[in-house]
């Protein structure tokens, strides 16, 4: 594992979530990324999986400033580092699951079109673009990630994929 690789992506994730760029990871940001995913896959702002997606970022934003002792002023990217790293590399890859899980679910659920409970290429493409990265990196991607072949990912899978890459052990790119 690349400590200097997951820092590296860790703060890249910090300048994506800080959204109106003041140096602070503060509710609203998480909020509108929550948003910006949901636009992305143009679902209107009071749709079930859109609210989902947004309670799970917030539940995150409180998970993380709690952690970080952050609470009421926002949190700092060192603060985030911080938390981020004990979550990773102290808490193990259990607590990692336990704070993003939510996050990853109602991703599927967001990104599942034809509600098989899976991510098949079109509806992960969907999902990479949602979050950021160029259309037709996704059949690329999947073949990289998807450990049994079957050319879908689970809500577990994608859970791992992204624990992997957050640990620096997966070499693609989820960030935009």
């Known amino acids: 594992m690349s400590t200097a690789l997951a820092n590296e992506r860790l703060r890249k994730r910090f300048a994506r979530w800080d959204v109106d760029g003041n ?7 998480f909020q509108q990324e929550a948003a910006r995913i949901a636009q992305g896959f143009g679902k209107p702002e009071d749709a079930p999986e859109v609210q ?11 998970h993380l400033s709690e952690r970080s002792g952050s ?5 700092t990217e060192d603060s985030f580092l911080r938390a981020t790293e004990e ?3 102290s808490g193990g890859e259990a607590a990692f699951n336990r704070a993003l899980g939510p996050v990853v679910k109602s991703l599927v659920t967001l990104s ?16 990479l673009v949602a979050i950021g990265l160029p259309a037709g990196q ?3 991607v999947l073949s990289k990630v998807d450990e049994n072949g079957d050319g879908v990912l689970s809500e577990d899978e994608l859970l791992r994929v992204v624990r992997e890459y957050h640990y620096g052990r997966l070499d693609i790119e989820l960030l935009g």
Do not use: T
């Open 87 to 89: 979550l990773l590399f």
């Open 112 to 127: 599942d079109a034809n509600g098989d409970g899976v991510l098949d290429g079109q509806e992960f493409e969907a999902w």
């Open 23 to 29: 140096g602070l990871l503060e509710l609203n940001d």
């Open 52 to 62: 989902a997606l947004r309670d799970a970022f917030e539940a995150l934003y409180a």
């Open 138 to 140: 996704a059949g690329e």
């Open 71 to 75: 609470a009421q002023a926002g949190i």
